[in-house]
């Protein structure tokens, strides 16, 4: 079975742009949880989506959006770049059953720089 | 809200010496309870996890974790490391009342030496 795959994995914007990031979770898996890992702050979670529904948000601003389409796959935004957006951005995904304790598959990430 | 806590930030081991990482964690509500390792330059891989049941659990490669409930900790122990086990480690808790959210400690840099 594949895993949660994640493109691209390598990106370069500047200040004021903005960005999209991609994830396909792992086949029959319909969670996909978003995090962004830095130096500084260490994991920190972003949103959860389950059947294209957000049911979970983590402290970031709005500038940080995401979306589930109807084959589970996710897309994440960032808008109106900053400096400190620059990080691993990454995508887990979950079987998201009764008792499974939200056990989550991570992809490679996406190493976000901003100049 | 859940809260974890590695408790130390960078454990230096030779190697087939043991070796034992630190968890506690914080919580109002039941947890489940993972350890993640990463590799340099890529994602998270699950080590091992804590859903219900026996309070002892353990990964495939020789990693065991123990559950205790009145302590509030999941350390992770390895009784003989290899070079191939230099990574960070990361202790993870996930609240019943939480949809798709891990709360992440720190992190723990293991650095195996010869």
């Known amino acids: 079975k594949a895993g949660v795959t994640q493109t691209p994995r390598y990106l370069i914007k500047t200040r004021g742009q903005q960005v999209t990031l991609s994830c396909s979770p792992i086949s029959g898996h319909r969670s996909v949880s978003w995090y962004q890992q830095t130096p500084g702050q260490g994991l920190q979670f972003l949103f959860e989506?389950?059947?294209?529904?957000?049911?979970n948000k983590g402290n970031f601003p709005g500038r940080f959006s995401g979306r589930q389409f109807s084959n589970s796959r996710s897309e994440m935004n960032v808008s109106t770049l900053e400096l400190g957006d620059s990080a691993l951005y990454l995508c887990?995904?979950?079987?998201?059953?009764?008792?499974?304790?939200?056990?989550?598959?991570f992809g490679p990430g996406t190493r976000l720089t901003v100049l | 809200a859940q809260s974890v806590t590695q408790l130390d930030s960078q454990v230096p081991v030779f190697e087939e010496a043991p070796v034992e990482l630190r968890c506690n964690y914080s919580?109002?509500?039941?947890?489940?309870l993972f350890w993640y390792v990463q590799y340099p330059n890529q994602g998270l891989q699950l080590l091992l996890k804590?859903?219900?049941?026996?309070?002892l659990v353990e990964s495939i490669n020789g990693f065991e974790a123990e559950f205790n409930k009145s302590q509030t900790s999941f350390h992770l122990r390895k009784p003989s490391v290899h070079i191939s086990d230099t990574a960070e480690y990361f202790c993870?808790?996930?609240?019943?009342?939480?949809?798709?959210?891990?709360?992440f400690g720190a992190g723990t840099q293991v650095v195996v030496t010869p």
């Open positions: 919580s109002s509500v039941s947890v489940y």
């Open positions: 804590y859903l219900s049941g026996s309070t």
């Open positions: 993870a808790v996930s609240g019943t009342d939480s949809w798709g959210k891990l709360q």
């Open positions: 887990a995904s979950s079987l998201a059953v009764e008792g499974w304790g939200n056990e989550q598959f």
């Open positions: 989506y389950f059947s294209e529904t957000q049911r």
